[in-house]
């Protein structure tokens, strides 16, 4: 493995390069790096040219000098193959990733050879009823932190809010990049799910309680060409759960016996 830096519209990219062969992009999760799929990476690598990106405002990367939609980081992964001569590549996404990876195969679906969503958001997920009476409390926190004596708060009673949400990411997340998480979730990406044409493989872990496996279904239904795999005993990360075991399931994809 090796670890590289390139330079896209300012912002200083650093990127794992392991093995070669037919290039596989993965895209980490929210609040990760690549570092987290490094043995996934060591695996495939085998077989595939394996490209890690710190996406931008994560790992060694550097934060984006304003907010950024979630185009703009589908409009990130098509610089940074160019940047490296990639034409066309298999695409992994985790979580956050996935939301990504999903927005660059609708835009941009003849870059990729085959697509894998491995617990992948995007699909907006339903409040439930802690979710509706918090989001009540908060349109009355805007109301009372909104006065002029009491505006100094009104950060610390947001932060406070999203973390009884149980959304630690935003607690965590600084300056430009609270901003970004609002900006990229704020896409529902359900309904355009069914202009993805790419073969697609949808990776689950069964016991994921940030995003629950009932999400895996909706992308299963809604995906045309996808095949689903759940990994049973297995949360929301299974690159660090079960790394042996998705790299054979996504090996198995990519190259069918």
Known sequence: MVEKK???????????????GQPILILHGWGSSSNSWEEVGEILSKEYKVL??????????????????????????????????????HLLGHSFGGRVAIKFAILHPEKIKKLILCNAAGIKLEPGIKTRFLFFLSQIGNAIFSKRHLVRFKDGAKNLYYFFLKNKDYVKANGV???????????????????????????????????????AFLFKEKIKNSKLVIIPKVDHSPNLEAPEKLSQIVSNFLNPV
């Open 6 to 20: 390139t330079y896209i519209n300012g912002l200083k990219i650093n990127y794992k390069l392991l093995g070669s």
């Open 177 to 215: 990049m609270k901003e970004i998480m609002k900006e990229v979730i704020k896409e529902d990406l359900l309904p355009q799910l069914p202009e993805i044409t790419n073969q697609t493989l949808i990776i689950w872990g069964k016991e994921d309680k940030i995003l629950p496996s009932k999400y």
């Open 52 to 89: 890690i990106p710190d996406l931008p405002g994560f790992g060694k990367s550097s934060v984006p000098f304003k907010t950024w939609s979630l185009k703009g980081y589908a409009d990130f992964v098509l610089k940074f193959s160019k940047n490296l001569g990639i034409s066309q590549f």
